[in-house]
């Protein structure tokens, strides 16, 4: 990779792609992510560092912001064939995550942008606000089977932006009018905000909702999640699904070897009074990118277990920050995986958690009428 050097004058204020060196971001620009630095995307061919020309004007670049562009993609259904997943098809709304999770094994996908998995990955986001039109048509092309799509395994849809652009809410209404069964995992108290619409579906057996709780500690969750929802509200929000009649799960993940770890007992207890009958847990995956970035927010905020965490995350990864094999990545191997798991499933055994999955139905589907006139004509 060549290295390019960028003065910087006090009209040339260049954004991330003029600080993806590695070198951390000043603390006041930042504010409120969860990324250190902004290293270039592993496509790129060049890594661009800050230089001070002796002006002081590096100073005076803008705080981080939330910049959203529109995606247009042709189709919206993503499938995939991996042997340790119980899905085959899924759905994101959006790339990129304004929650910021340090350990967010979906930052490499940034890198297909030309865009860092760093502080561009929470701070520079595309929208699709065609979904639901992509939705509909999908759904009612000629021979489609129905199965449960999943939605939140890349990036959560129901980050802040959501708000804003609804494009979820508008996902949920095409598939609740197909009858059609969708699971959920997400880490914001915003999935409560359409509670209406996931009651109606769950009444029906359509629909079932995961929040993914990794900490309980609203200091450490600060620190690691800076934009997602406290634990509490979380928790909450899994309280008002649960009561609509909506099956709720807790996914505690990921487990953080050395630092979230001794949480499990405690997050499963919460979610068991909040009203969950399922859980599941993931250990910290630490795929490209993700690995160096993880290190460094460790190294800046809890130093004195840098050591311990990353050598028990080795520990768990045959000696490797990351093991991509479909049959361990998600549980890690040797003596403290096997731990893990063993308190993990005494927990769910005693707090009953577990003991019925309920199963989405896929025979009430109706395929959609899309008015699509010009293909009509063939």
Not at 38 to 49: D, I, K, L, Q
Request: aromatic letters at 8%; glycine letters at 6%; a positive charge.
């Amino acid at each position: 990779m060549r290295y390019v050097l960028f003065m910087f004058t006090p009209d040339a204020q260049k954004r991330a792609e003029t600080e993806a060196g590695g070198e951390a971001i000043a603390p006041e620009r930042r504010r409120g992510r969860g990324s250190v630095s902004n290293r270039s995307g592993r496509f790129e061919t060049e890594n661009y560092v800050a230089f001070d020309d002796g002006w002081g004007t590096v100073e005076e670049l803008p705080p981080f912001v939330t910049e959203v562009q529109i995606e247009r993609p042709k189709t919206i259904i993503t499938r995939n064939t991996s042997p340790d997943i119980a899905f085959d098809r899924s759905i994101n709304p959006y790339r990129g995550c304004e929650h910021g999770c340090a350990y967010c094994y979906a930052r490499p996908s940034h890198a297909f942008m030309g865009l860092s998995a760093g502080l561009d990955f929470e701070s520079r986001l595309f929208a699709k606000p065609d979904a639901a039109r992509l939705l509909e048509r999908e759904l009612s092309a000629k021979g489609y089977t129905p199965k449960v799509i999943a939605i939140g395994t890349n990036t959560d849809p129901y980050q802040p932006i959501e708000r804003e652009y609804r494009i979820m809410r508008e996902v949920l209404e095409v598939l609740d009018r197909a009858n059609h069964p969708v699971a959920i995992v997400t880490k914001s108290a915003l999935v409560a905000r359409d509670t209406d619409i996931l009651a109606s579906m769950a009444e029906r057996g359509l629909a079932k909702v995961a929040l993914s709780v990794t900490t309980l500690d609203a200091r450490l969750a600060r620190r690691l999640e800076p934009r997602a929802a406290t634990p509490q509200r979380r928790l909450e929000a899994m309280r008002r699904l649960s009561a609509a009649g909506i099956p709720t799960a807790v996914m505690v993940a990921p487990v953080i070897p050395g630092l979230t770890d001794q949480e499990i007992e405690a997050i499963l207890d919460a979610a068991s009074v909040a009203g969950a009958v399922e859980a599941g847990y993931i250990m910290l995956r630490l795929p490209r990118e993700v690995a160096d970035l993880f290190k460094e927010w460790l190294l800046k905020h809890y130093p004195d277990r840098y050591r311990r965490v990353v050598g028990l995350v080795r520990d768990l990864r045959e000696g490797k920050d990351n093991d991509p094999d479909f049959h361990s990545r998600m549980s890690g191997t040797g003596p403290f995986a096997w731990m893990i798991g063993r308190r993990f499933e005494i927990a769910c055994d005693r707090l009953k958690l577990n003991r019925t999955r309920p199963a989405l139905r896929t025979d009430l589907f109706m395929a959609p009428f899309f008015d699509d006139r010009q293909l009509a004509l063939f």
